[in-house]
Structures are given as C-alpha cells and as structure tokens.
C-alpha cells in the first residue's frame, strides 16, 4: 500500500508493510526454536516469540479476505479457493516433510520407532490434522502444526462467505470472543498447538476477516503521500506495544488476547502513514516477506541438521559444542558470543534454503493453484489480484 487514501479503491490495496511485518516475524520464530540460552535466547522478547504464530493467523484472515472475500460473497466456487490454498500451502509442506522422513531413516539405521517421529504421527502430518488432539505432542516438521490449523481457517472462511454471507458479521466477532474464551478456561493461556491449535488459529484468523470485510473500510483514515510525524510516532508505539505485550504476557493468561493486539497493530500499519511502514517497505525486509512461508517451514530442517553436524564435529574434534541447561537438554550457545555464531549460522542456511524452496517448489505450485483456480486462464486475473500478499 503507497500512499493509501480513503480515495483509493478497496480492490487496489497493497499492503507491502505487513509483508515486511510477516518476515521479521518469521525470524523471531526462527530465533525462538534456535538451541541457544545465553542473553539473546533467554529474554522475555524471544522466549515468547511463539506468540508471533498468532500475528500470520490474523494477518492471513485479513489478506485472504481481501483477495478472496468479495469473490467468495459474490458466489464464486469456494472449491477454487480451498484448490488455491492448498497449493499455495501443502507442496512444500509435503517436500519438507519428506525430507524429515529421510533424515529420520538414515540417522535410526533400522532401529524401531520411538518418540515423537512415529508411522503414526506421520500420517497426521501428512493428512494436516496434527492440530485437532489427535497426537500428543509436537513431530517431524514441528512448526507445520500451524499449516493444519490454517486450512481448517480456510475451509470454514470459505463454507461461512459463500452459505452465511448475511450473518458473517456477527458470525466473526462471536467466533473470536467464543474461542478465546474456551482457550482460556481449558489451558489458562493462547499456546496451543497439537490440542487446539486449530481453534487458536480460528480465532485469529476471524479477528483478520472481520478487520479487512468490516471495519477497514469503515475505520481507516487518510494518509498522506508523504510520512508524517504523527503516524510515525503512532507506529512507533504500536511496535513497542506489541514488544511490550509479548515480553510481559506469552505466558500469562493476558496472553489470550493476543490475537486482538496483532488484530490492532495490523490495522495501523496497513495505512502505511509513517517512517517505520517504509522501513517496513524496505528491500530487505520486503525480501523475507516474500521468502516469509520458507523461513517459517524450513528452518527447524536446518536447525535439526546444524545440530547433527555439530554433534559429528563434537566427536572428531573431541572438544566440547554443546551445553546441557538442563537433564537432556543441550543447547550450542550459552554466552552471547556463541549465540552470535550460532544465529548466523542458522539465518543465512535458512535463508539460502529458503531461496531454493520458494524458487523451486512455492513459486511453480503457487502458480499451478492460481491457474486452476482461474480455470486455466490467467489472463483474466485483475492486476490488483496478482499484487497482494502471497501468504
């Protein structure tokens, strides 16, 4: 979005900023399942960057309905869009959990199945219903869980815009406050993965509808071409909010009502008013937006073979790598030197894989879904549709 002005056309929106929002929130995923403990690892900011799972299931209710609702409302076949989806989503999460199923048969050497990597577990991740309390814990490509709760957003999205476009206004905001009131009786808090992880996607993902189908058009404000000091001062705060919120409450009940913070700082970012959008706006940030998906589905594939390697070298070189913090938990940095290390390490082999995976597998399975989606002919896309986020 440049320049954004309540003149602008709704369907011609851009919202490059919360890409650039999506990216960096991608790399505090990444930071928070990296094995260090030293300063960086064990602050409050990092530690409880799993809340940023929260921040894609709103924003990708809000994108979704920006570049699907109205043609969903308008009566076009919710199968193109859950045909779309699938295909922007499951090739690669397919490919990377392949690839675990490799690397798991070649380090077990034909030992028996034990843990969390089980034929069992497998299928669920195959199937994408590890989200619904049917495994116990966390497997293969762990972070994926979050894939399994998004389609299940995407299929009722779709089922509610095409059967109840009437009564969606209400439907939204009461699936939202429903579910986050279930969450917080049953587990006290917003972490939920393998149990209800579906429904803590929905809730977020309804927050992000409602925001971009109701309220955007309603509550958004006129933005001048230029940043000003008033919206830069107003991004500010919301960043330092949303720092503030996740240091303080990732684990407290508060932190049921992340969703709405990130539902908050999603619609003063999307105007694009102020000085920290264009930095938002940048080519690098912008650059992990768009490899945003990778990040996020490749890097504990990187990280689980960062690890093998050091526990190869730890061997020949008979020196030391690892630090147990705990009875059966080492980790590879404990000061704030060898986290620097650890997360360079970390960062450029996934962000190198990343590039790989977008350009070979999300890229041409992306275009496959929007191909069949259109009926086979892209020509009729609008342009607007091609430039929304890909997410």
């Given at each position: 979005m440049t320049a954004q002005s309540q003149a602008t056309p709704l369907s011609e929106m851009r919202f490059?900023?919360?890409?650039?929002?999506?990216?960096?929130?991608?790399?505090m995923v990444v930071l928070l399942h990296a094995p260090i403990a030293g300063p960086i690892g064990q602050s409050a900011f990092v530690r409880h960057?799993?809340?940023?799972?929260?921040?894609?299931?709103?924003?990708s209710g809000f994108v979704i309905a920006h570049s699907w609702g109205a043609r969903l409302m308008a009566g076009r076949r919710w199968a193109d869009f859950i045909q779309?989806?699938?295909?922007r989503v499951y090739p690669l999460h397919f490919a990377m959990l392949m690839l675990f199923l490799v690397f798991e048969l070649i380090m077990r050497g034909g030992r028996g199945w034990d843990g969390a990597q089980t034929p069992e577990t497998f299928l669920h991740n195959l199937l994408l219903t590890h989200s619904f309390g049917f495994?116990?814990?966390?497997?293969?490509?762990?972070?994926?869980?979050?894939?399994s709760a998004e389609f299940v957003s995407y299929i009722i999205f779709a089922a509610l815009t095409v059967g109840a476009a009437r009564w969606l206004r209400a439907i939204l905001p009461?699936?939202?406050?429903?579910?986050?009131?279930?969450?917080?009786?049953?587990?006290?808090?917003?972490?939920a993965h393998v149990d209800y992880g579906w429904l803590r996607c929905l809730v977020g993902f309804s927050l992000g509808a409602l925001l971009r189908l109701f309220l955007w058009e309603r509550l958004r404000c006129d933005v001048p071409p230029v940043p000003t000091m008033r919206w830069t001062l107003l991004e500010l705060a919301t960043v330092l909010y949303v720092i503030g919120f996740v240091s303080l409450f990732g684990t407290a009940k508060l932190s049921i009502a992340a969703p709405f913070v990130f539902m908050a700082a999603i619609f003063v970012l999307a105007h694009e008013g102020g000085w920290v959008s264009r930095l938002l706006k940048s080519r690098?940030?912008?650059l992990l937006g768009l490899l945003s998906y990778s990040l996020y589905m490749t890097h504990a594939f990187v990280i689980a073979r960062l690890t093998n390697a050091a526990t190869l070298a730890e061997k020949l070189w008979h020196r030391p790598i690892f630090v147990e913090v705990a009875p059966g938990t080492k980790i590879m940095a404990?000061?704030?030197?060898?986290e620097i290390v650890v997360?360079?390490?970390?960062l450029s082999g996934t962000i190198v894989v990343s590039a790989l995976t977008w350009r070979f597998i999300e890229r041409p399975s992306q275009a496959i879904g929007k191909r069949l989606a259109s009926g086979g002919t892209m020509a009729s896309r609008r342009p607007a549709e091609a430039a929304q986020p890909s997410r």
């Open positions: 490059d900023a919360l890409d650039g929002c999506r990216g960096l929130c991608a790399l960057s799993f809340l940023f799972v929260d921040f894609f299931f709103v924003l779309a989806r699938f295909w495994v116990s814990q966390l497997s293969w490509n762990y972070p994926s869980w979050s894939i009461i699936l939202a406050l429903a579910g986050s009131a279930f969450l917080l009786v049953r587990l006290g808090h917003i972490e690098p940030v912008m404990d000061t704030l030197t060898g997360l360079a390490l970390i």
